[in-house]
DNA sequence: ACCCAGGAATTGT
DNA sequence: ACAATTCATGGG
């Protein structure tokens, strides 16, 4: 299992070979990686298909109000995050109610599949990235950047690439070792994992974290010049 | 009214 | 294989 205070240096060390990443090292120097509980995950980025980050929020606190289970810290109250059990019993109303719109279908599956035992975090980390991918691709609801996602901030699957826009505009604008594909708004199934793989096979076994560096960076900067 | 938002599944060609 | 369409919702 993988371990931050072992593994930090040699991971930084391994990504700050690109020397675009090592600039972007150095101006955040407190950015990481989380290890979020796969099924907080799970629904989290199965919400987050098509919408915004402020709504995802919303959506997320909604979820948690309506089936997470209260509880007192500091005199304050909180609510925890649903299990899959919760969600898997949830009534289909309740969840419309959230604010999740068509996304209710999505995290039933996702939710049924943890609870009925179809998906096992213990076997996903065991595997690799392909093959924890491939179960990750039989949810619906589940597609090839929301298991990407999945798999880099809660299954130690710390090659995974995930790729959309942003991050796609920051290799295409700086590495000329992408045949450069032309994109649109969106990207193609087929440029998706053109770009997801070759960044991967580039950045190596710690792809992911060059990933959220270059991501951060871009967001960082959106709009200002660099 | 219109456009967009950290997409994915389904249908049409 | 690949393109087009649909899916709810709220903010700007």
């Given at each position: 299992m993988f371990r931050l205070d072992d593994d930090a240096r040699t991971i930084f060390g391994e990504i700050s070979r690109d020397s675009l990443?090592?600039?972007?090292?150095?101006?955040?120097?407190?950015?990481?990686?989380?290890?979020?509980?796969?099924?907080?995950?799970?629904?989290?980025?199965?919400?987050?298909?098509?919408?915004?980050?402020?709504?995802?929020?919303?959506?997320?606190?909604n979820l948690t109000r309506k089936f997470g289970r209260p509880v007192k810290v500091d005199g304050l109250e909180f609510f925890?995050?649903?299990?899959?059990?919760?969600?898997?019993?949830?009534?289909?109303?309740?969840l419309r109610s959230c604010g999740l719109g068509y996304r209710v279908r999505a995290i039933k599956s996702a939710a049924h599949a943890i609870a009925s035992g179809q998906l096992d975090f213990d076997v996903l980390k065991a595997a690799s990235y392909e093959e924890a991918k491939k179960e990750l691709l039989q949810i619906y609801g589940i597609g090839n950047k929301i298991a990407d996602c999945i798999l880099l901030f809660s299954l130690e699957k710390l090659d995974a690439f995930p790729m959309d826009v942003w991050i796609a505009r920051a290799l295409l604008e700086n590495y000329s070792w992408l045949h450069q594909e032309e994109f649109g708004d969106k990207l193609t199934l087929h440029q998706y994992e053109e770009l997801s793989n070759s960044a991967r096979r580039y950045f190596g076994k710690y792809a992911g974290?060059?990933?959220?560096?270059?991501?951060?960076?871009?967001?960082?900067?959106?709009?200002?010049?660099?």
């Open positions: 990443v090592r600039r972007i090292v150095r101006l955040y120097p407190g950015l990481r990686l989380m290890r979020q509980e796969p099924h907080q995950c799970i629904f989290s980025f199965v919400c987050a298909s098509n919408t915004n980050i402020p709504m995802i929020r919303r959506m997320l606190h925890t995050f649903p299990s899959a059990n919760d969600i898997d019993r949830a009534d289909i109303d309740e974290y060059a990933q959220q560096y270059l991501y951060y960076h871009m967001r960082q900067t959106a709009g200002k010049k660099w």
